[in-house]
């Protein structure tokens, strides 16, 4: 099974172009799309589960037409929004078996072994009777997943899902998403880094609806290797740094700024010369190459890294 999507395209009415030309081929397993806010993973996702429609192009989930045969693919699609709304003030248990019946699931015996099986699954079986409205953010998140799961989809669509998530919550998260991924195609849209790198053995980069990569994480990641150099810098010498080289990140370590440069060669050298500051200015250290370098050099636009 896959999911082939060819020159995707989607402008809203007020003339935002959310998707420009998306071309990707999604195989079983995880799979990341990676992206700022903004960048046009939820229209992707929307347009992928079947609730809004594109302007143009197509996607295909082996035979079946996404864009046009709504109805078959709902039957196979598990879908777990960015946003849920406002959870009603009734039992996880309950509100899992309505759930199931929307989903076609009209024996009472069956919708009720399903239900405990799912509330086992995301290990909310404990808490099945409080409300779901009471829930942590963390629960609620693998309340989302139980219900995504009703009718074995062969396709689960699950957009931001780590985003407000304290570290423990997310890494329960992430191990019930490993599980479920094995067999069916599953598309994590985040722009969280960490989530596609500890999940995803596919990914693709979007920015401003256009696709800039698509790939194994750890390809790309090796396509760095020997390129990133870092350094830890004073507070007032960042946009210095940043006119000078090619900084595509720096993040704050004890308080200050280390810049990550992406380059050939060692920056300090040449440059320092240049600049008339001597040798002095050198000081970067070769540093390894991670998801975030690559994430941040390719929507930077950088040739290094162009696919
Ligand atoms: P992401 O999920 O990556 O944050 P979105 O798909 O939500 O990105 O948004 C992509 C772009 O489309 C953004 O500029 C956003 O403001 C715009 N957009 C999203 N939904 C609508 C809408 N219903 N009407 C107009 N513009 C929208």
């Known amino acids: ?18 998707l420009d030309d998306v071309s990707l081929t999604i195989p079983m397993g995880m799979y990341g799309l990676l992206g700022q806010n903004g960048a046009g993973k939820s229209t992707l996702m929307r347009t992928l589960a079947t609730l809004q429609d594109a302007d143009k192009g197509t996607a295909m989930l082996d035979d079946l037409n996404i864009l046009t045969q709504k109805d078959a693919v ?31 699931i009209t024996k009472g015996s069956e919708r009720k072994e399903l239900v405990d099986a799912l509330l086992h699954r995301v290990n909310l079986y404990d808490v099945r009777k409080k409300a779901v409205s009471s829930y942590s953010g963390g629960m609620k998140q693998r309340f989302g997943i139980a219900q ?21 919550e997310r890494n329960r998260f992430y191990n019930l998403l490993s599980e479920i991924g094995e067999n069916v195609i599953v598309i ?3 722009h969280i880094v960490q989530d596609v790198m500890e999940l995803c ?4 980069i979007i920015h401003q609806g ?27 010498d960042l946009p210095t740094y ?6 595509i990140s720096n993040k704050l370590v ?54």
């Not at 940043?242 to 900084?247: A, C, L, S």
């Open 1 to 18: 099974m896959q999911l082939i999507i060819q020159h995707l395209s989607k402008t809203y009415a007020n003339g935002v172009k959310a």
């Open 74 to 104: 709902r039957r196979v699609l598990g879908y777990l929004p960015q946003e849920f709304g406002v959870y009603p003030k009734v039992s996880a248990t309950d509100l899992l078996d309505h759930f199931a019946v929307l989903k076609g």
């Open 148 to 168: 995504a799961l009703i009718g074995n989809p062969k396709l689960i669509i699950v957009d931001e899902p780590t985003a407000g998530l304290d570290p423990g």
């Open 188 to 190: 994590l849209s985040t």
């Open 201 to 204: 053995n596919n990914m693709a």
């Open 210 to 236: 256009r696709v800039l990569y698509s790939g194994s994480p750890t390809d790309s990641v090796a396509e760095l290797k020997g390129k990133i150099w870092e350094k830890s810098i004073a507070k007032s």
């Open 242 to 247: 940043q006119q000078r080289y090619n900084v």
């Open 254 to 307: 004890a308080g200050k700024p280390l810049v990550h440069v992406l380059s050939e060669f060692d920056p300090g050298i040449g440059a320092a010369d240049a600049a008339g500051l001597g040798a002095s200015d050198g000081g970067f250290q070769p540093a390894q190459p991670d998801l975030e370098d690559v994430f941040f050099a390719t929507i930077q636009g950088d040739t290094l890294l162009v696919r």
